[in-house]
C-alpha cells in the first residue's frame, strides 16, 4: 500500500510559505511556514504531522497487540510529543515521546506492558524514526 501527500513551499526559508496536501484530501493545502515549524506560532508543521501519525500508528499497534493477548480497549488515547533540536549539524528529530492511557478490561498491568512495548517497537512509524522513541503507558483502572 502506498500513501501520498505533497507539498509546495514558496519563497525564501524565512519569508516563505508552504502548503501540505494528501491525496486523500483530508489535508488540502495545510498552511506552514519558517514561524510554525521553528518559533511556535500557530499552524501546524511536519514534525506535528509526524507526531499525528505516530500517535495513530501506535493507538492502532497497541489495540493490535492487546488483540494477540485475548484483549480488547475500550480505547487507547495517545499523545506523540516530537522533539526538534537546532544541532551543529541542522535541525534534527532527536526524540519522540509517546503518553498513551488505555481502558482494557480484563488486562494485567504486565499484560499491559508487554502490548504496549511491542506496539512502540513494532508500530511502522516507531520503525521510520532515526530517534529514541520513549513510552509512558498508563493503564485505566
Known amino acids: 500500500m502506498d500513501s501520498k501527500a ?18 486523500s484530501g483530508e489535508l488540502s493545502d495545510t498552511a506552514y511556514t519558517f514561524a510554525t515549524r521553528f ?13 499525528a501519525a505516530h500517535a ?8 493490535a497487540q492487546l488483540g494477540e493477548a485475548g484483549l480488547t480497549p475500550d480505547h487507547v488515547t495517545t499523545t506523540a ?10 535541525p534534527t528529530v532527536t526524540k519522540i515521546h509517546l503518553e498513551t492511557t488505555a481502558r482494557v478490561p480484563g488486562a494485567s498491568r504486565e499484560a499491559f506492558d508487554t502490548a504496549a ?3 512502540k517497537g513494532g508500530c511502522p512509524i516507531s520503525k521510520l ?3 529514541a522513541v520513549s513510552l509512558n503507558a498508563v493503564l485505566e483502572a
Not at 7 to 20: C, D, T
Not at 39 to 51: D, F, V, Y
Open 6 to 23: 505533497s507539498a509546495v513551499w514558496k519563497g525564501n526559508l524565512k519569508g516563505g510559505s508552504g502548503a501540505i496536501s494528501s491525496a
Open 39 to 51: 518559533e511556535g506560532s500557530a499552524g501546524t508543521n511536519p514534525e506535528e504531522l509526524i507526531a
Open 56 to 63: 495513530g500508528c501506535f493507538s492502532m499497534a497497541l489495540s
Open 81 to 90: 510529543t516530537v522533539t526538534l533540536e537546532m544541532l551543529d549539524s541542522g
Open 117 to 119: 512495548n511491542n506496539a
Open 129 to 131: 524514526m532515526n530517534a
